[in-house]
């Protein structure tokens, strides 16, 4: 128990709660109105799915800043597919802007598998690229409501047991990928090449692999987020997602994930995504003006960073300790206890 | 140590920063012989007005990118230098006054990222992502969506007049003037040598005496001192000072500077290189511009060349190491 409550996430769910309390003491309606109930589920469920990808790519110590680029060249792709096919079920629609999205990671993680070369500047580069070639096939058309059906639109706000579908799908985005993330082999070799990936290499793993499969996940997940923004806004123009990338490596640095690697979960991204849309929604209700809400967001953000290295300080000393008096039985002190709160993961405390 | 087997102007001319400008020279030749209407005057005007704020960024940034670390945060600070700018003009403050102090908290943020990424170890890319939206945040919170115009004409005037009866806008001296400050700095000091040390090791860096914190605390100062300047002359440029101003154009200057062959790793880059990647990001939009191409082929020729600029040395890398590794085989097998 004192385990689950010392991990990094139970400080941002903590936070959230807090937020969620406060205003909801300044207005009652913020969570205890219908509206209110589904704005605060709703809101975050695009970034939250892309926050979960993004996660996996950056704990490879890799990144994806491509994201919002792949996200509204997908959005556009799958309202274009309605307007030209109005027939095509949903299903078709959504698996071609995943796929779609798939291979769009794809490039990005050949290029930088094999030409072993940074996945900042590549990503860099393909955001512009991406968004190039969006922004040559809408030109300045627009998809508007009208174009799509409006089963799908209604996806985009429609409940279930009172919870919102695009949540649901994002919770189960969550589910699935925090699972495999922490039990299976291939989950656990994404973190060990993030820690060390010479090491990695020296060990056999599949390092190449295992980052196509990152950076196909985080395309794909980009993908179903366009999607998920076509039914949400009901309007794609060539713009979408502009300036995405940085909101969600923000969520995911803030959800606790080091940016170089090798730990955090996609749970923290996750929560680190519905904290700072929230924050962002919270503030016009306790008064501040919602044109304040970024400096908000980037002051969250950086107190993160510094906060996680204070803990990581604090753990390489202890552990330094136990190292010298002998292994304790401490509530959390064994050795090798990693952020993830697994034991025997190797963990860069120096870093 | 290498020993230069090489005569000196192979060493000067066949570098990563040569192939930059070569590209550039070519781009501008066939511009103007292909595109109608780019070898006029005009067209050297507004391009050394359009490519000012990002050419002014990318030079303290080419060093930053050099130590191997990253100022994500330039293009908040041109939006924020531009409130402040725009809100003292507004408070009947002298713009003598209102650059300077403008000027000074780019400055302050400048060391801000400079001091959590240097005394607080903290990795920058994450750091400046965070400052990014804060100093964009604090621009768009003071001003909101209102704007401050009517700057008085001699000044908007100086941003954009030429010199005399040339081409060259007379900011042209002052863009002169900065890059061979950079590039002394860079190229001919020894804080420009502790600057590339750091970015081949800092380690070692540190245990040969640099003072590695301090180094990166001035080149963050510098580099938001340069971007405020930057946000001031984007202010007079088009007479408007707004918090969105220059969103997103921290994305153009790293483009740049890694085109320029500066390497994201640190250890390795040249001012020359980085001014003509500026420069050749300029030349293509301008052209395509001219042609009537919109901006989004300009998006996806920048992106690629982006890309290649950092793959096709590495594949170069790849078959040359592979070479040798043949040609060593060859010579021992006569050994034998």
Same mark, same amino acid.
Request: proline content about 5%; hydrophobic content about 50%.
């Given at each position: 128990m004192t385990n689950v409550l010392r991990r990094r996430e139970a400080g941002i769910a903590l936070a959230l709660l807090i937020v969620i309390g406060v205003t909801t003491a300044v207005q009652p309606g913020f969570l205890l109105s219908t509206g209110g109930w589904r704005d605060l589920l709703l809101t975050p469920a695009i970034l939250v799915v892309l926050a979960v990808g993004q996660a996996v790519v950056v704990?490879? $110590?890799?990144?994806?800043?491509?994201?919002?680029? !792949?996200? &509204?060249?997908?959005?556009?792709?799958? &309202?274009?597919?309605? %307007?030209?096919? =109005?027939?095509?079920?949903?299903? !078709?629609?959504?698996?071609?802007?995943? !796929?779609?999205?798939?291979?769009?990671?794809?490039?990005?993680? @050949?290029?930088?598998?094999?030409?072993?070369?940074?996945?900042?500047?590549?990503? %860099?580069?393909?955001? *512009?690229?991406?968004?190039?070639?969006?922004?040559?096939?809408?030109?300045?058309?627009?998809?508007?409501?009208?174009?799509? =059906?409006?089963?799908?639109?209604? %996806?985009?706000? $429609? #409940?279930?047991?009172?919870?919102?579908?695009?949540?649901?799908? @994002?919770?189960?985005?969550?589910?699935?990928?925090?699972?495999?993330?922490?039990?299976? $082999?291939? +989950?656990? #070799? %994404? *973190?060990?090449? +993030?820690?060390?990936?010479?090491?990695?290499?020296? #060990?056999?793993?599949?390092?190449r692999r295992r980052l196509l499969g990152a950076f196909a996940l985080g395309g794909a997940l980009a993908g179903l987020a366009g999607v998920m923004f076509a039914a949400r806004y009901g309007t794609v123009s060539s713009g979408a997602g502009t300036g995405m990338e940085l909101q969600v490596v923000g969520a995911v640095v803030v959800g606790g994930v080091a940016i170089f690697g090798g730990s955090g979960t996609v749970a923290g991204a996750a929560l680190g995504a519905m904290l700072l849309l929230t924050i962002n929604r919270a503030l016009p209700v306790v008064g501040i003006p919602d044109f304040w809400q970024r400096a908000v967001v980037g002051a969250l953000i950086i107190g993160a960073i510094a906060l996680d290295r204070v803990l990581a300080n604090r753990r390489a000393r202890r552990l330094a300790a136990e190292r010298d008096t002998g292994p304790t039985d401490g509530a959390d002190g064994r050795p090798g206890d990693g952020a993830d709160g697994r034991p025997g993961d190797s963990e860069d405390v120096t870093a | 140590m290498r020993t230069h087997a090489r005569p000196w102007w192979q060493r000067v001319l066949l570098t990563r920063e040569m192939l930059t400008v070569l590209i550039l020279v070519v781009a501008w030749i066939v511009a103007s012989a292909v595109v109608r209407g780019f070898d006029g005057p005009l067209t050297i005007t507004y391009l050394v007005l359009d490519v000012a704020p990002v050419l002014l960024i990318a030079l303290p940034m080419t060093l930053i990118i050099a130590t191997g670390e990253i100022d994500l945060s330039v293009a908040s600070v041109v939006g924020l230098s531009s409130v402040t700018f725009g809100l003292l003009y507004q408070a009947g403050l002298g713009l003598g006054v209102a650059l300077l102090v403008s000027v000074l908290l780019g400055a302050v943020c400048g060391a801000v990222n400079g001091a959590l990424v240097a005394y607080g170890g903290l990795p920058s890319l994450a750091v400046t992502i965070g400052s990014l939206a804060l100093y964009r945040g604090l621009a768009v919170g003071l001003l909101g969506t209102t704007a401050v115009t009517g700057f008085p004409d001699s000044w908007t005037d100086g941003a954009t007049d030429n010199l005399g009866e040339s081409p060259y806008p007379a900011i042209t001296l002052g863009l002169l003037g900065m890059i061979a400050v950079f590039a002394v700095l860079l190229h001919a000091t020894p804080f420009g040598r502790n600057v590339l040390d750091i970015g081949r090791s800092s380690e070692a860096a540190r245990f040969s005496g640099v003072d590695v914190k301090r180094t990166l605390l001035i080149l963050f100062v510098l580099s938001g001192a340069v971007s405020a300047l930057a946000g001031v002359y984007y202010t007079l440029r088009y007479g408007s000072a707004r918090g969105d101003n220059a969103t997103g154009m921290e994305l153009q200057v790293v483009a740049a500077v890694l085109l320029g062959g500066v390497s994201i790793f640190g250890g390795r880059g040249a001012v020359h290189g980085v001014v003509a990647g500026v420069l050749l990001i300029g030349v293509l939009g301008s052209a395509l511009r001219l042609e009537g191409v919109t901006v989004n082929v300009i998006n996806i020729v920048i992106g690629t060349a982006l890309v290649v600029s950092v793959v096709a040395p590495r594949i170069a890398g790849g078959m040359r190491v592979r070479r040798r590794r043949a040609a060593g085989r060859r010579t021992q097998g006569d050994g034998r």
């Open positions: 704990i490879t $110590r890799n990144v994806d800043l491509s994201v919002g680029s !792949v996200l &509204g060249l997908t959005a556009y792709l799958t &309202g274009r597919l309605f %307007l030209e096919a =109005p027939d095509l079920p949903i299903v !078709v629609v959504t698996l071609a802007a995943v !796929v779609t999205g798939t291979l769009l990671g794809l490039v990005n993680g @050949a290029i930088v598998a094999f030409a072993r070369v940074p996945a900042l500047v590549i990503t %860099l580069g393909t955001l *512009y690229v991406y968004r190039g070639v969006t922004l040559t096939w809408a030109g300045s058309d627009r998809i508007d409501a009208g174009d799509m =059906p409006r089963t799908f639109l209604g %996806l985009g706000t $429609r #409940q279930v047991l009172g919870i919102p579908v695009l949540t649901i799908v @994002a919770a189960v985005v969550l589910a699935a990928v925090g699972y495999y993330m922490y039990t299976s $082999r291939g +989950g656990r #070799q %994404l *973190y060990a090449i +993030g820690s060390d990936p010479d090491a990695a290499a020296l #060990q056999g793993l599949p390092v | -």
